[in-house]
């Protein structure tokens, strides 16, 4: 079963809104639904909840190290209470995914994710569970910096704001350890659906009767 809900992302009101705290917003989210509060915590260098689940102690974590630095935090705590690398989810955000949608993996590289390497590092260990909540990519390399830390615009915030509350309906499959039907749950999801075009203005009375007599 998943025992430490991670989400990462940078503190301060600066990066609050920003794309790459679309982990900070799915915890938040948690912590709404399972009645708890985000406190600070200096031995974990992070803000923490503790929730009892159905009898098991559940935690709660947002490290407020900076994403480059979220290893700290995460090793802290996990080591503390002997959670083991398979017991911890990681949410964070994942420019290979669009907004809207959200995938749960177990394992693999960091792929250039600054707070998951700095985790592989802390732990020892790439085997713990992400999910990989959308927030698509700006196209050009040179602009994913650019395009982590600045808000996504609204019908992107939107689609990643669905995507967070869709995937949540997963958490008691992942805290019974049903990593199957979890992962059925979430990455069984309708996509995002296209725009209707703008309708074409008519032309006035007067236009239209002028073209109607071109031939």
Same mark, same amino acid.
């Given at each position: 079963?998943?025992?430490?809900?991670?989400?990462?992302?940078?503190?301060?009101? +600066? /990066?609050?809104?920003?794309?790459? *705290?679309?982990?900070?917003?799915?915890?938040? +989210?948690?912590?709404? +639904?399972?009645?708890?509060?985000?406190?600070?915590?200096?031995?974990? /260098?992070?803000?923490?909840?503790?929730?009892?689940?159905?009898?098991?102690?559940?935690?709660?974590?947002?490290?407020?190290?900076?994403?480059?630095?979220?290893?700290?935090?995460?090793?802290?705590?996990?080591?503390?209470?002997?959670?083991?690398?398979?017991?911890?989810?990681?949410?964070?955000?994942?420019?290979?995914?669009? =907004?809207?949608?959200?995938?749960?993996?177990?394992?693999?590289?960091?792929? @250039?994710? *600054? @707070?998951?390497?700095?985790?592989?590092?802390?732990?020892?260990?790439?085997? /713990?569970?992400?999910?990989?909540?959308?927030? @698509?990519?700006? @196209?050009?390399?040179?602009?994913?910096? *650019?395009?982590?830390?600045?808000?996504?615009?609204?019908?992107?915030?939107?689609?990643?704001?669905?995507?967070?509350?869709?995937?949540?309906?997963? /958490?008691?499959?992942?805290? +019974?350890?049903?990593?199957?039907?979890?992962?059925?749950?979430?990455?069984?999801?309708?996509?995002?659906?296209?725009?209707? =075009?703008?309708?074409?203005?008519?032309?006035?009375?007067?236009?239209?009767?002028?073209?109607?007599?071109?031939?």
């Amino acid at each position: 079963m998943i025992k430490l809900f991670v989400g990462l992302g940078n503190p301060g009101p +600066e /990066y609050e809104a920003t794309r790459h *705290n679309a982990g900070f917003w799915w915890i938040d +989210e948690l912590a709404r +639904e399972l009645k708890v509060s985000l406190v600070p915590e200096r031995s974990y /260098y992070g803000l923490m909840a503790r929730a009892n689940v159905n009898g098991n102690t559940v935690w709660l974590l947002e490290p407020q190290t900076f994403m480059n630095a979220s290893g700290k935090s995460v090793a802290a705590l996990a080591r503390f209470f002997k959670i083991q690398p398979e017991e911890i989810l990681v949410v964070h955000d994942e420019l290979d995914v669009t =907004p809207g949608q959200v995938k749960l993996k177990r394992g693999g590289s960091h792929a @250039g994710h *600054n @707070g998951l390497r700095d985790i592989h590092a802390q732990l020892g260990s790439s085997d /713990y569970w992400r999910l990989r909540v959308g927030i @698509g990519h700006p @196209g050009v390399k040179s602009e994913v910096v *650019n395009w982590v830390l600045k808000k996504p615009s609204p019908d992107q915030r939107k689609l990643i704001d669905d995507s967070i509350i869709h995937s949540l309906k997963s /958490y008691p499959a992942l805290l +019974e350890g049903d990593m199957e039907k979890a992962t059925m749950q979430i990455h069984t999801s309708k996509p995002p659906r296209p725009k209707p =075009p703008r309708p074409v203005d008519a032309p006035a009375p007067a236009v239209a009767a002028a073209l109607k007599d071109v031939k």
